[in-house]
């Protein structure tokens, strides 16, 4: 069973039911629905929807986390600003290829969302057709698909006033407040523990807390950020293998692009994947991190600065370090924020990203060397 956000617990198949009521306000007619559990995502609940004849076809259901995301209004919101602006830049350039994105589907009446007797939140997206998604790369070729999708993302927002965005995650990817917030936790007396892995978060965070205020320092300019775009937010065509669309728009907002270059190869880099059994094998892979920039950078080289490029090195290690410790003040606080299966699991997401954390430290000369090449 999953944690949900407003405190019950439901199985999937209460949920399968709940959603083929829910389904049933964004399609024409009252046919037969088919309704699915779709990918593995730690916030919102996610369905695919099959609907047969006449009014059939295909579409992604969603129960928005209002503990996560406390005005879902405002991400749809953002997600008609967004796909607005990305069809009117893609349909006014002559790139050879373009990336797809979903679409919003309205309910009968004409709505963007369906909000229930619970108050829960839903919505729905167009279903793209022929893609897939990876957990863990597998190749050189795959890496560089990566860094196209996320540098033609920044590229088709660059002109985009960031301020025409709501902020629907204030606070979202500052740590300098992620550290605090650990701060709080374990000033309750949490941490206390004779846990050797627990031990050796604690301790690994307190070495390392000038890390954490380095980007927010920085004074870097704001842009139009994706919020998550970690790899299994890639779609990759079926057929070619080439990226076909950058999904999961909830956390778009302004920000710093090295967010999402951080998160983007914190997710890649980490052969072993995020999920990994043993976090000591874990290691942070130069060459994918070097596929990944080589076309990011092909694609953002027009408007990417100098001093944000300076400042990618600190968000490479960053953001597992970020993410590391968002894991362990969940474990700590009692596994409020990411859904878990077993007691410990959050635990054990932390020693993941705390031990790239490392790996990239041990090769910071190599990662500066290849930020430095260009494309």
Known sequence: MDRLPFGEVRTIMDLSEIGNRIARHFVDEDGHLSVEPLGEGLINDTFLVVAEPPGGGRFVLQRINRRVFPEPRLI???????????????????????????EIRPTRAGLSFWVDDEG??????????????????????????????LGRFH????????????????????????????????????????????????????????????????????????????????L?????????????????????????????LRSCCNRSGEAADDSA?????????????????????????????????????????????RFLTDHLEGDRYFKVEQPGQNLQRALVQFRLAESVEAQEKFIRNVIDERP
């Open 76 to 102: 749809m919101e953002n997600l008609r600003v967004l796909l607005s602006h990305i069809t009117e830049r893609q349909a006014g350039t002559d790139a050879v290829r373009d990336l797809r994105f979903p």
């Open 120 to 149: 829960d939140f839903w919505r729905a997206l167009s279903f793209i057709p022929d893609t897939r998604s990876q957990n863990t790369l597998q190749d050189s070729a795959q890496a560089e698909e990566v860094g196209y999708a």
């Open 155 to 234: 590229a088709l927002t660059s002109d985009l006033d960031a301020c025409l965005l709501h902020d629907t995650l204030p606070g979202f990817h500052i740590a300098p407040r992620y550290l605090a917030r650990f701060d709080r936790v374990v000033a309750n007396g949490v941490g206390a523990s004779e846990n050797a892995e627990l031990r050796f978060a604690l301790d690994f965070v307190n070495a390392r807390r000038s890390v954490f205020a380095v980007l927010e320092e920085a004074k870097l300019p704001l842009r139009v950020i994706h919020g998550d775009p970690k790899l299994n937010n890639v």
């Open 236 to 264: 990759f065509d079926a057929q070619s293998g080439r990226a076909a669309s950058l999904i999961d728009l909830d956390t778009v907002k302004p920000g710093l692009v090295h967010y999402d270059l951080g998160d983007c």
């Open 281 to 325: 094998k874990v290691t942070f892979d130069l060459d994918v991190c070097r596929a990944i920039l080589r076309t990011y950078f092909a694609e953002t080289g027009a408007f990417l600065t100098d001093i944000e490029r300076y400042y990618l090195y600190d968000a490479i290690r960053l953001l597992p370090l970020e993410l590391g410790l």
